[in-house]
C-alpha cells in the first residue's frame, strides 16, 4: 500500500504562481508512475502532469503546458507541481496519484481504478 498527502494548494492571483507538494510514504518502492489530476465542482477527474519515477520523463495535459513543470525528488518521496502563470480555469481540488504500472494520463478511469490517491488539495485562482 502506499499513501499519499497533497499541500500547498491555497488561493492565487491570476498570472501568479503556486507550488503544490505530494508526500509519499508506504511501500514507494513499488511505484513506477505518479501524476497530478484536478476535479472541478461537477465535473470529472481529469490528468494534469505525469512523471516516470525510474526515467522522469514527464507528459502534459495541452491545457497547461507550458505554465506547469511536475518534478520529484526520489530520496524524500516528494511530487511536487509548479504552477505559473495561473488562470482562472486552473481553480479545481487537485489530487496526486501514484500507479505501480505505466499508464497513460488521458486513461482516467484506469487510473482511478488502479492507483493510489491522495484526499486532494484545494486551489482557488482569482481573476
Known amino acids: 500500500q502506499v499513501q499519499l498527502m497533497e499541500s500547498g494548494g491555497g488561493s492565487g492571483q491570476a498570472g501568479g504562481s503556486l507550488r503544490l507538494s505530494c508526500t509519499a510514504s508506504?511501500?514507494?518502492?513499488?511505484?513506477?508512475?505518479m501524476a497530478w489530476f484536478r476535479q472541478k465542482p461537477g465535473k470529472g477527474r481529469e490528468g494534469v502532469a505525469t512523471i516516470l519515477v525510474d526515467t522522469g520523463r514527464t507528459d502534459y495535459d495541452d491545457s497547461v503546458k507550458g505554465r506547469f513543470t511536475i518534478s520529484q525528488d526520489n530520496t524524500k518521496n516528494i511530487l511536487y507541481l509548479q504552477m505559473n502563470n495561473l488562470k482562472p480555469e486552473d481553480s479545481a481540488m487537485y489530487l496526486c496519484?501514484?500507479?505501480?504500472?505505466?499508464?497513460?494520463?488521458?486513461?482516467?478511469?484506469?487510473?482511478?481504478?488502479?492507483?493510489?490517491w491522495g484526499p486532494g488539495t484545494q486551489v482557488q485562482v482569482d481573476g
Open positions: 496519484a501514484a500507479s505501480t504500472r505505466p499508464l497513460d494520463l488521458a486513461s482516467t478511469l484506469i487510473w482511478v481504478r488502479r492507483a493510489f
Open positions: 508506504g511501500n514507494t518502492y513499488t511505484l513506477s508512475q
